[in-house]
């Protein structure tokens, strides 16, 4: 099926078959699974996989979607339609007066005007005191959380990533765990969506780190603060302020929860999990990214262990993992052979890891990764 597809204001020539799509000449491999319940679709493309929030039919063929935090508004009709679409636009003239364009893509909360009203440029539309939008200083994750921290007014602060979804009760579980004891750091629960760990080989081996993280800390609460996973985390906000987000080791790339949480334990702070807190990780991501994370955290790691001796050092990268896969680990230390046999199996992850969690993908990636840890 032959369609004419408009992304905002770019025309594009698309030919639909079983599982292809011919884009301008250029074919790609697609699929796509709805969340039910959800606007949500798993959207597939040769290796890569994206999550696509879609908000609304607008018309006939035209539609407004979410990818990646930006807005998109498409329209695909077959060639027919758009022959008549065309030819109606030819003949027809401008009426009214022109269009008010948003200058970025947002959330309307609110709208303070209505049909008929004069609007002043310049002049808000969005009218709700409960939502702030606060210009962080650009300086990475811990910053923007500090920042948040400064201006809230509440007692209680909650700290949610942009990509984790709260579930229902969950502010009132985190309240509720500050109601028992002072001076904690409050965690909840935050597995990876299943649409995504179906889908994705990183999705599935980040969802697996995550879940054995969560069993520990389950285990043992007071290892939050030694431990701290970021993302759906809760402290009060005088302690907030007294134990700040950025400390001497400055804008760590990675692992800046865990230094928050080992300065938060030093101050007399203690973890505490609240299992009721639930919400659910739309965690996205690509295997060069898992594998650059994957060297600069064994890097701070290094930093957290000079500085936090009562951590102690990070474990071998290959403990744990099946013995055949630690055989091919172990590789890398034998000498004339190790170094090539690292390039080969991280190059080949760099290339195939991205795509489905077929078992020997996701093997893949993660011999890859223990590999880039014991080289860094």
Same mark, same amino acid.
């Not at 639930?278 to 790691?301: F, S």
């Not at 951590?311 to 190790?338: Q, S």
């Given at each position: 099926?032959?369609? &004419?597809?408009?992304?905002?204001?770019?025309?594009?020539?698309?030919?639909? *078959?079983?599982?292809?799509?011919?884009?301008?000449?250029?074919?790609?491999?697609?699929?796509?699974?709805?969340?039910?319940?959800?606007?949500?679709?798993?959207?597939?493309?040769?290796?890569?996989?994206?999550? &696509?929030?879609?908000?609304?039919?607008?018309?006939?063929?035209?539609?407004?979607?979410?990818?990646?935090?930006? !807005?998109?508004?498409?329209?695909?009709?077959?060639?027919?339609?758009?022959?008549?679409?065309?030819?109606?636009?030819?003949?027809?003239?401008?009426?009214?007066?022109?269009?008010?364009?948003?200058?970025?893509?947002?959330?309307?909360?609110?709208?303070?005007?209505?049909?008929?009203?004069?609007?002043?440029?310049?002049?808000?539309?969005?009218?709700?005191?409960? &939502?702030?939008?606060?210009?962080?200083?650009?300086?990475?994750?811990?910053?923007? !959380?500090?920042?948040?921290?400064?201006?809230?007014?509440?007692?209680?602060?909650?700290?949610?990533?942009?990509?984790?979804?709260?579930?229902?009760?969950?502010?009132?579980?985190?309240?509720?765990?500050?109601?028992?004891?002072?001076?904690?750091?409050?965690?909840?629960?935050?597995?990876?969506?299943?649409?995504?760990? /179906?889908?994705?080989?990183?999705?599935?081996?980040?969802?697996?780190?995550?879940?054995?993280?969560?069993?520990?800390?389950?285990?043992?609460?007071?290892?939050?603060? !030694?431990?701290?996973?970021?993302?759906? &985390?809760?402290?009060? *906000?005088?302690?907030?302020?007294?134990?700040?987000?950025?400390?001497?080791?400055?804008?760590? *790339?990675? *692992?800046?929860?865990?230094?928050?949480?080992?300065?938060?334990?030093?101050?007399?702070? /203690?973890?505490?999990?609240?299992?009721?807190?639930?919400?659910?990780?739309?965690?996205?991501?690509?295997?060069?990214?898992?594998?650059?994370?994957?060297?600069?955290?064994?890097? /701070?790691? !290094?930093?957290?262990?000079?500085?936090?001796?009562?951590?102690?050092?990070?474990?071998?990268?290959?403990?744990?993992?099946?013995?055949?896969?630690?055989?091919?680990?172990?590789?890398?230390?034998?000498?004339?052979?190790?170094?090539?046999?690292?390039?080969?199996?991280?190059?080949?992850?760099?290339?195939?890891?991205?795509?489905?969690?077929?078992?020997?993908?996701?093997?893949?990636?993660?011999?890859?990764?223990?590999?880039?840890?014991?080289? /860094?």
């Amino acid at each position: 099926m032959m369609y &004419v597809v408009e992304v905002n204001g770019r025309r594009l020539n698309v030919e639909i *078959r079983d599982g292809e799509a011919i884009v301008d000449g250029v074919k790609y491999f697609v699929s796509m699974h709805a969340v039910a319940g959800t606007p949500v679709r798993i959207v597939g493309v040769n290796d890569a996989v994206h999550r &696509v929030v879609l908000r609304e039919r607008v018309a006939r063929g035209r539609y407004r979607m979410w990818l990646d935090g930006h !807005r998109y508004d498409a329209e695909a009709l077959d060639s027919r339609a758009r022959a008549i679409r065309d030819m109606q636009a030819s003949v027809a003239k401008p009426t009214g007066p022109a269009p008010l364009r948003a200058p970025m893509p947002g959330l309307i909360v609110q709208l303070r005007v209505k049909v008929g009203d004069t609007v002043v440029a310049g002049a808000g539309l969005v009218d709700d005191p409960r &939502v702030v939008v606060v210009a962080g200083p650009g300086r990475g994750p811990a910053a923007a !959380r500090q920042t948040g921290i400064d201006r809230a007014r509440g007692d209680v602060v909650l700290l949610l990533d942009d990509d984790v979804v709260p579930g229902p009760g969950l502010v009132a579980a985190h309240r509720d765990a500050h109601a028992v004891t002072a001076r904690l750091i409050v965690v909840g629960p935050m597995p990876v969506a299943p649409e995504l760990r /179906t889908a994705s080989a990183i999705a599935h081996v980040y969802a697996n780190d995550y879940d054995a993280e969560w069993a520990g800390l389950l285990a043992d609460p007071a290892a939050v603060v !030694r431990d701290l996973w970021g993302g759906n &985390v809760s402290i009060r *906000r005088a302690d907030g302020l007294a134990v700040p987000q950025v400390g001497a080791l400055g804008d760590l *790339r990675n *692992r800046e929860d865990q230094e928050w949480g080992l300065r938060a334990a030093r101050a007399g702070m /203690t973890g505490a999990v609240a299992p009721r807190a639930g919400a659910v990780h739309w965690h996205e991501g690509h295997v060069a990214g898992l594998l650059d994370a994957a060297a600069d955290q064994v890097r /701070t790691g !290094r930093l957290l262990d000079e500085r936090y001796p009562e951590l102690g050092a990070d474990g071998d990268p290959g403990a744990g993992l099946p013995r055949p896969a630690r055989v091919v680990v172990d590789l890398t230390g034998v000498r004339v052979i190790g170094s090539l046999v690292r390039r080969v199996v991280v190059g080949l992850a760099r290339r195939a890891g991205d795509g489905p969690p077929a078992r020997w993908r996701v093997a893949l990636v993660v011999v890859a990764r223990a590999m880039v840890q014991r080289a /860094t």
